[in-house]
T-cell receptor, first 113, second 112 residues
Framework: SQKIEQNSEALNIQEGKTATLTCNYT??????LQWYRQDPGRGPVFLLL?????KEKRKERLKVTFDTTLKQSLFHITASQPADSATYLC????????????FGKGTKLSVIP | EAQVTQNPRYLITVTGKKLTVTCSQN?????MSWYRQDPGLGLRQIYY???????DKGDVPEGYKVSRKEKRNFPLILESPSPNQTSLYFC???????????FGPGTRLTVT
């Protein structure tokens, strides 16, 4: 089955800098990968989805890359703000063609003013 | 407003006392799922449902039951709760053919 590693449990960054979060996976390359944001005590909120044939996806200050050779996705937040402080989860399909998702344990991002 | 609702939001109960956590979505989504979230373990899937009357086990189904009699509702049943089921529970839904999941606000359950 698919395994996901989000390299950092916690990441501290200065306001205005670019935050980069990493998601690595094992086994087969999924057809898509998702990123979610989770605030303390609340449900995850979908941010972005990137497909295997897309190298990069952008949404406002967010950018996601997907490298199927490295089996890695990078999630960037440019011009970070204290309001971006949250835990960010990556998620992949459990198996080829499956609609079930498996989630990484998340990276807790703190943006320091 | 499109949303997934869960009730109750907080629950403290005792070992062995049956309980049900309700989940409802108003988006006419086919797919619904239950997760539990524990420190250091992340989100783990308990059960999921592809549509009415179609349910299947996720990664950690032991001690839980579900039913899907209506499209909008997907209750989670703990027949005999134990302290190791103390956790934060999330319900989620998704439209068939899409991948984005919508999560409920969570239910914090404590079993003493």
């Amino acid at each position: 089955s698919q395994k996901i590693e989000q390299n950092s449990e916690a990441l501290n960054i200065q306001e205005g800098k670019t935050a980069t979060l990493t998601c690595n996976y094992t086994n087969y390359s999924p057809a898509y990968l998702q990123w979610y944001r989770q605030d303390p005590g609340r449900g995850p909120v979908f941010l972005l989805l990137i497909r295997e044939n897309e190298k990069e996806k952008r949404k406002e200050r967010l950018k996601v890359t997907f490298d199927t050779t490295l089996k890695q996705s990078l999630f960037h937040i440019t011009a970070s703000q204290p309001a971006d402080s949250a835990t960010y989860l990556c998620a992949l399909e459990v198996g080829a063609g499956s609609y079930q998702l498996t989630f990484g344990k998340g990276t807790k991002l703190s943006v320091i003013p | 407003e499109a949303q997934v609702t869960q009730n109750p939001r907080y629950l403290i109960t005792v070992t062995g006392k049956k309980l049900t956590v309700t989940c409802s979505q108003n988006m006419n989504h086919e797919y619904m799922s239950w997760y539990r979230q524990d420190p250091g373990l992340g989100l783990r899937q308990i059960y999921y449902s592809m549509n009415v009357e179609v349910t299947d086990k996720g990664d950690v189904p032991e001690g839980y039951k579900v039913s899907r009699k209506e499209k909008r509702n997907f209750p989670l049943i703990l027949e005999s709760p134990s302290p190791n089921q103390t956790s934060l529970y999330f319900c989620a839904s998704r439209r068939q053919g899409t991948y984005e999941q919508y999560f409920g606000p969570g239910t914090r359950l404590t079993v003493t």
